[in-house]
């Protein structure tokens, strides 16, 4: 009778190399991949969004089989498998609570697709541009360049909120704050000229151009502007451009030449 396999018996040096040489392997495969979806965005700046949806589904889908075939290989049957998976379970569930909840957290982000790389998205007060996303957590860039790391498990129990959802175009909100002795059809004139003579502006999208009374110690007219921007990564410039062009026409019609706007900063964009 042959003597029962067990885990020890199972880990011989030929086993560990091929573990090895299989993480290598998709390592190796993962930075390639990578590297090729670079391309693709690069190339084909359309596609850039289906091309980063599909690239942590991919991830994800390597290192689980790499890891399923690592324990196969060592497990010396079928119900030892199972055994140590369940094993393996409850030790991280228990150790590794917010380890699990980040790895939820990152299977509900693939398979309900919130937001997906590319997306301009606001999580945990952050807001900018989705760089990375990890079976632990989720990277943005923001407007000013800064790299925010946000755990997965923030979708579980906050709001994302998407501009954009997987196309280029996205909402942009420039606000102008004015003195309340501007003629109201007057600003939305200079608001409307200035959303569709400004370069980044989406033709075939809605717009609107509103304004409101406010009051902030003293009484102010709130412009908004609202227009798509033809590619996300352009929105500050846009809002930028809008303000300049505003502000540029209110004083060469000499509209606020009686006004400070000590509050505001004179014209604002938000």
């Not at 199972?82 to 398979?111: E, H, P, T």
């Not at 909402?171 to 000229?193: F, K, M």
Request: hydrophobic share 45%; net charge neutral.
């Amino acid at each position: 009778m042959a003597p029962q396999e067990t885990f020890l018996s199972r880990i011989t040096p030929s086993r560990v190399l091929l573990i090895l040489f299989v993480f290598a392997g998709v390592w190796l495969l993962m930075r390639y991949l990578q590297r090729l979806f670079e391309s693709l965005a690069q190339a084909r700046p359309r596609m850039r969004f289906l091309v980063r949806l599909v690239e942590p589904v991919v991830r994800i889908l390597l290192w689980f089989g790499a890891t399923l075939f690592a324990v196969e290989m060592v497990a010396p049957s079928q119900d030892a498998f199972l055994a140590a998976l369940g094993s393996a379970a409850i030790a991280i569930g228990l150790g590794a609570q917010d380890l699990i909840k980040n790895l939820i957290g990152g299977f509900v982000i693939v398979a309900d697709r919130p937001y997906q790389l590319g997306d301009r998205v606001e999580l945990e007060g952050a807001y900018g541009e989705i760089q990375h996303i990890g079976l632990r957590s989720t990277k943005l860039m923001t407007p000013d360049d800064t790299l925010v790391t946000v755990p997965n498990s923030a979708i579980l129990t906050s709001t994302a909120k998407n501009a954009n959802a997987g196309v280029p175009e996205c909402l942009v909100v420039t606000q102008l704050y004015l003195p309340t002795g501007i003629d109201p059809d007057v600003a939305l004139e200079i608001g409307r000229e200035a959303l569709f003579t400004s370069p980044y502006m989406c033709l075939r999208q809605r717009t609107a151009v509103a304004i409101e009374d406010n009051y902030n110690e003293t009484p102010f007219m709130v412009l908004r502007i609202k227009g798509y921007v033809y590619d996300h990564r352009y929105e500050p410039a846009m809002q930028t451009d809008i303000t300049r062009r505003c502000k540029a026409e209110f004083k060469r019609r000499g509209l606020l030449a009686d006004w400070t706007g000590e509050h505001f900063g004179g014209v604002n964009a938000g």
